[in-house]
């Protein structure tokens, strides 16, 4: 039975399911994906979240913080169902620039 669910970065997964070496295909993905540490994956989302934009959802912050986004391009392709304009892409980039 599912109580809650709640969208984990990819370091988050890597801490709850432990050892991988069983996983081939998670540890391969997670290498290829997962760019940042458990501490600074938390510390993007909090600041990210910390722009209080309503437009920014906990699965798009989850995203962010797994595929690091260099340029509003690729941010943009995070964002499906919402249109971030440039002053918007702009904070999350410059936030995204310090990790």
């Known amino acids: 039975m599912i109580n809650k669910m709640k969208p984990l970065c990819l370091a988050e997964v890597k801490n709850l399911i432990g050892d991988m070496d069983d996983r081939k295909e ?3 993905y997670i ?16 600041e990210i979240r910390g722009l209080d934009n309503m437009k920014i959802k906990e699965e798009n912050i989850v995203k962010i913080v797994d595929f690091v986004p260099k340029t509003s391009e690729e941010l943009n392709k995070i964002f499906t169902d919402v249109s ?7 904070k999350i980039l410059e936030i995204v620039k310090g990790y």
């Not at 290498?31 to 510390?43: A, M, T, V």
């Not at 971030?84 to 702009?90: A, F, G, I, R, V």
Request: hydrophobic share 25%.
């Open 26 to 28: 998670l540890n391969d």
């Open 31 to 46: 290498k290829k994906f997962g760019n940042l540490s458990k501490e600074d994956s938390l510390k993007l989302g909090d």
């Open 84 to 90: 971030l304009d440039e002053e918007e892409c702009n």
